[in-house]
C-alpha cells in the first residue's frame, strides 16, 4: 500500500513557477511509476506526467511540455513537478498518483494509488 500526500500548490501571477511534491509512503516506491493528473473545475480529471521507476523515462501531456517537468528522488520517497510559465489554463486541483508495483503498462493509465490533491491557481 501506498500512500501519497502533496504539497506546493497556491497562487501565482501568470508566468510564474510553482513545484509541487508529493510525499510516499511504504517501502516499494522505486519500484512504482509515478505520475501528476490535474482537474479543473467542471472538467475530468486528465493526465499532466509521469516518470519511470527509476527515474529514466519521462512523459508530458502536449500542452504542458517543455514547461513543466516532473522528477523523483527514490532516496526521499518522493516525485515533483516543476512548473514554470505557468498560465492561467493551468488552473486546477493537481494529483499526485501511482501505478501498482513494477507495471509495466502505459504511463498514461491504471493508476491506482491517489494523493488528496493540491490547488493550483494562476492569475491572468
Known amino acids: 500500500q501506498v500512500q501519497l500526500v502533496e504539497s506546493g500548490g497556491g497562487l501565482v501571477q501568470a508566468g510564474g513557477s510553482l513545484r509541487l511534491s508529493c510525499a510516499a509512503s511504504?517501502?516499494?516506491?522505486?519500484?512504482?511509476?509515478m505520475g501528476w493528473f490535474r482537474q479543473a473545475p467542471g472538467k475530468e480529471r486528465l493526465f499532466v506526467a509521469a516518470?519511470?521507476?527509476?527515474?529514466?523515462?519521462?512523459y508530458y501531456e502536449d500542452s504542458v511540455k517543455g514547461r513543466f517537468t516532473i522528477s523523483r528522488d527514490n532516496a526521499k520517497n518522493t516525485v515533483y513537478l516543476q512548473m514554470n510559465s505557468l498560465e492561467p489554463e493551468d488552473t486546477a486541483v493537481y494529483y499526485c498518483?501511482?501505478?501498482?508495483?513494477?507495471?509495466?503498462?502505459?504511463?498514461?493509465?491504471?493508476?491506482?494509488?491517489w494523493g488528496q490533491g493540491t490547488q493550483v491557481t494562476v492569475s491572468s
Open positions: 498518483a501511482g501505478q501498482r508495483m513494477l507495471y509495466t503498462g502505459s504511463p498514461r493509465s491504471e493508476y491506482i494509488y
Open positions: 511504504g517501502r516499494t516506491f522505486s519500484r512504482h511509476t
Open positions: 516518470i519511470s521507476w527509476s527515474g529514466g523515462r519521462t
